[in-house]
């Protein structure tokens, strides 16, 4: 059915009113102001007293004025069809704005997905307060590692170290050279050999495409990212073995059995996730965090120094490799690397702004 007022097309085959101009939808054997089915030879709407329209007359009898009953009905009756009128295109507009927020969100995903990742791809971590560092009494820990309370805001981070997968496209898209694989395989292996600095134009160019601020986590969001509520050496618990991540597994931790030494990368979904769906937090390869190293944990844990090419001061790095020992991958293991250093045990993980990215949708 259409309005034959304005030409929208009329859903409701009951509808009494065009949702888009509030025009009168009269039909044959339906009084015209109300809508109500009439009685057979009615001259009045036995619902509003409206005078009985004669279709078959000329239209100027459609204009006789109704007597003082039918104006006595009519005048209340007026209030409740603008309301309704109203209603209904208060609910088309609505209507309106989700379908456009439907398309929106569907628009980014396409764009994500050209990119080589899914909506699926990240795991939302609620902001909270933890103790960052190591107990003092923790095995093999470092003066470096000192524990503190610390406080970080919500922030969504990837599943898995950034793959070659993902990377290639974005090195395809600018015409720049891929980094060497060491012939281990590319596809869902973690990307190595990356400087912080090209690690930073991943996340500048995965932002422009998404429509999202694509970021390095700070060390604080790694941290407790990587421990997922837990407070031991590992999410894994006191000890952690080959099985549950890629180190050297010719070195033992806290009573863990020796196990297989792999001598490179493995596929990042290879391992358990931890409590939080993070695959690879412990072992397989270093990432590069946002934030500046600080040997006494003044502050900078917290900062994400950005891109600054005149910074050359050395940035974190978390998380172990697949070369090290069992106690270089504990939650609260530390190192440091300068930004132009690019190496098979480095790749990076990328975190997104939750504030901005909730404003997009």
Same mark, same amino acid.
Not at 138 to 152: A, G, I, S, W
């Given at each position: 059915? %259409?309005?034959?007022?304005?030409? &929208?097309?009329?859903?409701?085959?009951?509808?009494?009113?065009?949702?888009?101009?509030?025009?009168?939808?009269?039909?044959?054997?339906?009084?015209?102001?109300?809508?109500?089915?009439?009685?057979?030879?009615?001259?009045?709407?036995?619902?509003?007293?409206?005078?009985?329209?004669?279709?078959?007359?000329?239209?100027?009898?459609?204009?006789?004025?109704?007597?003082?009953?039918?104006?006595? &009905?009519?005048?209340?009756?007026?209030?409740?069809?603008?309301?309704?009128?109203? &209603?209904?295109?208060?609910?088309? %507009?609505?209507?309106?704005?989700?379908?456009?927020?439907?398309?929106?969100?569907?628009? !980014?995903?396409?764009?994500?997905?050209?990119?080589?990742?899914?909506?699926?791809?990240?795991?939302?971590?609620?902001?909270?307060?933890?103790?960052?560092?190591?107990?003092?009494?923790?095995?093999?820990?470092?003066?470096?590692?000192?524990?503190?309370?610390?406080?970080?805001?919500?922030?969504?981070?990837?599943?898995?170290?950034?793959?070659?997968?993902?990377?290639?496209?974005?090195?395809?898209?600018?015409?720049?050279?891929?980094?060497?694989?060491?012939?281990?395989?590319?596809?869902?292996?973690?990307?190595?050999?990356?400087?912080?600095?090209?690690?930073?134009?991943?996340?500048?160019?995965?932002? %422009?495409?998404?429509?999202?601020?694509?970021?390095?986590?700070?060390?604080?969001?790694?941290?407790?990212?990587?421990?997922?509520?837990?407070?031991?050496?590992?999410?894994?618990?006191?000890?952690?073995?080959?099985?549950?991540?890629?180190?050297?597994?010719?070195?033992?931790?806290?009573?863990?059995?020796?196990?297989?030494?792999?001598? %490179?990368?493995?596929?990042?979904?290879?391992?358990?996730?931890?409590?939080?769906?993070? &695959?690879?937090?412990?072992?397989?390869?270093?990432?590069?965090?946002?934030?500046?190293?600080?040997?006494?944990?003044?502050?900078?844990?917290?900062?994400?120094?950005?891109?600054?090419?005149?910074?050359?001061?050395?940035?974190?790095?978390?998380?172990?490799?697949?070369?090290?020992?069992?106690?270089?991958? !504990?939650?609260?293991?530390?190192?440091?690397?300068?930004?132009?250093?690019?190496?098979?045990?480095?790749?990076?993980?990328?975190?997104?702004?939750?504030? !901005?990215?909730?404003?997009?949708?």
């Amino acid at each position: 059915m %259409q309005c034959s007022h304005c030409q &929208h097309q009329i859903e409701d085959p009951e509808a009494l009113f065009c949702a888009q101009c509030g025009h009168s939808l009269c039909r044959a054997g339906h009084c015209h102001q109300c809508g109500k089915r009439l009685q057979q030879n009615a001259n009045f709407c036995d619902r509003c007293g409206t005078p009985v329209r004669d279709h078959s007359a000329p239209s100027s009898t459609a204009t006789t004025q109704p007597t003082n009953l039918t104006l006595h &009905h009519i005048a209340p009756l007026k209030g409740i069809i603008e309301a309704e009128v109203q &209603h209904h295109v208060a609910a088309a %507009q609505v209507k309106r704005s989700q379908e456009r927020a439907a398309q929106k969100e569907k628009a !980014r995903q396409a764009r994500l997905l050209k990119c080589g990742l899914n909506e699926s791809d990240w795991i939302d971590i609620s902001g909270g307060t933890f103790l960052m560092g190591s107990p003092a009494d923790e095995k093999d820990r470092f003066e470096n590692e000192r524990q503190h309370e610390v406080t970080v805001d919500s922030f969504e981070i990837l599943k898995t170290p950034v793959t070659f997968e993902m990377f290639d496209i974005f090195c395809d898209d600018v015409r720049r050279s891929r980094p060497p694989d060491e012939t281990w395989g590319r596809g869902n292996r973690p990307v190595i050999n990356i400087t912080y600095w090209t690690a930073m134009d991943y996340c500048d160019w995965l932002s %422009q495409r998404t429509d999202a601020n694509i970021r390095l986590p700070t060390e604080a969001e790694w941290e407790y990212a990587c421990r997922a509520g837990t407070t031991g050496p590992f999410w894994t618990g006191d000890n952690i073995s080959p099985e549950q991540a890629n180190f050297d597994g010719n070195y033992t931790y806290g009573g863990s059995e020796k196990g297989p030494s792999r001598g %490179q990368t493995t596929p990042v979904n290879l391992f358990p996730p931890n409590p939080w769906g993070l &695959h690879d937090m412990h072992g397989n390869v270093w990432e590069w965090c946002a934030s500046v190293y600080d040997d006494a944990y003044s502050g900078l844990e917290l900062l994400d120094a950005g891109y600054k090419e005149d910074d050359r001061r050395e940035r974190v790095v978390r998380g172990g490799s697949w070369h090290n020992v069992p106690s270089g991958l !504990r939650s609260a293991a530390r190192n440091k690397l300068v930004p132009s250093y690019h190496y098979l045990r480095v790749g990076f993980r990328i975190a997104r702004d939750v504030k !901005r990215h909730e404003q997009q949708d």
